[in-house]
């Protein structure tokens, strides 16, 4: 079972910049698809990136928010840039097994198993 640990999170202000790491353990990285999602008070839980390892990627916010991994220390991280108030949320790592006919990651929630506890970004205007 994978095990996912985000950090990375903190106060930002408007139009700042900031780089979420979720550090992946447990299990072999490359039969997952890593998502980060990210959810603010009163609303739905919302994907916004994803990567599978042979290097596909959805990014939801391209160009601000752009995701990348490092396959050798299992690290997927979220560079977010040119942040605004509504990017505040609790942000979350997950993980769902890849297809085995390779189809592009899954942008739905309910399609990941594995979650980490979540990072908090607070974007102050």
């Known amino acids: 079972q994978v095990h996912l640990v985000e950090s990375g999170g903190g106060s930002v202000q408007d139009g700042g910049s900031l780089t979420l790491s979720c550090s992946v353990s447990?299990?072999?990285?490359?039969?997952?698809?890593m998502g980060w999602f990210r959810q603010a008070p009163g609303k739905e839980r919302e994907v916004v990136a994803n990567?599978?390892?042979?290097?596909q990627t959805r990014e939801i916010l391209w160009p601000r928010f752009t995701i990348s991994q490092d396959m050798s220390n299992n690290i997927v991280y979220l560079k977010m840039t040119s942040v605004e108030p509504e990017d505040t949320a609790m942000y979350y790592c997950?993980?769902?097994?890849?297809?085995?006919?390779?189809?592009?990651?899954?942008?739905?929630?309910?399609?990941?198993?594995?979650w980490g506890q979540g990072t908090q970004v607070t974007v102050s205007s």
């Open positions: 990567i599978d390892a042979d290097g």
């Open positions: 447990g299990d072999t990285y490359s039969k997952y698809c």
């Open positions: 997950a993980a769902m097994i890849r297809r085995r006919d390779g189809a592009r990651c899954s942008t739905v929630q309910y399609d990941y198993k594995f």
